[in-house]
T-cell receptor
């Protein structure tokens, strides 16, 4: 049974399109995260929700909007996709604050053409 | 102040050798230092973590060494195996700050 799952696994789309990535965790955790990993493998935190409340909102374009319908789900919507958005997006979850172990999903590989 | 500097960027080690990855930080308020391991096509996974009240933590072939005065910590992989080939990330966090500060990653290749 997958602990943190993401859909889709791959996403190829044209510039200017709007797309969403979904994340679900079945670990009963109360904190979820979105990370962006670029081609050089650098991990950048984008957002974090704790009990559906936004607690980390890093400097990312406002074209990126997270939504947490409940504690087990954190979705990421991206408007007006740009070439520079191409990356791997990881969802993660943890029980409590960030010093707890973060469990990562398998990633969504986004390619913007 | 918020950065964690990781080196080397890449590392090739012979099977059976010792792999050493180093990280340095500036912010003395950091109090939690995890290492994550990422295999190609997968998400990172926690490997081992340390708090600054100890100077060393060992789990199997993996050891974290922590030098509080130098503000440095390192990961040692003893008897390195080809299955250890992965990207390794150090990170740090502090107090009630929810955010992990990540190093840039080290790509480790173990040659058979």
């Amino acid at each position: 049974d997958t602990a943190v799952s993401q859909t889709p696994k791959y996403l190829v789309t044209q510039m200017g399109n709007d797309k969403s990535i979904k994340c679900e965790q079945n670990l009963g955790h109360d904190t979820m995260y979105w990370y962006k990993q670029d081609s050089k493998k650098f991990l950048k935190i984008m957002f974090s929700y704790n009990n559906k409340e936004l607690i980390i909102n890093e400097t990312v374009p406002n074209r990126f909007s997270p939504k947490s319908p409940d504690k087990a789900h954190l979705n990421l919507h991206i408007n007006s996709l740009e070439l520079g958005d191409s990356a791997v997006y990881f969802c993660a979850s943890s029980q409590g604050i960030v010093r707890e172990t973060q469990y990562f999903g398998p990633g969504t590989r986004l390619l913007v053409l | 102040q918020q950065q964690v500097k990781q080196s080397p960027q890449s590392l090739i080690v012979q099977k059976g050798g010792i792999s050493i990855i180093n990280c340095a930080y500036e912010n003395t308020a950091f109090d939690y230092f995890p290492w994550y391991q990422q295999f190609p096509g997968k998400g990172p996974a926690l490997l081992i973590a340390i708090r600054p009240d100890v100077s060393e933590k060992k789990e199997g072939r993996f050891t974290i060494s922590f030098n509080k005065s130098a503000k440095q910590f390192s990961l040692h992989i003893m008897d390195s195996q080809p299955g250890d080939s992965a990207t390794y990330f150090c990170a740090a966090s502090m107090g009630s700050n929810y955010q992990l500060i990540w190093g840039a990653g080290t790509k480790l290749i173990i040659k058979p």
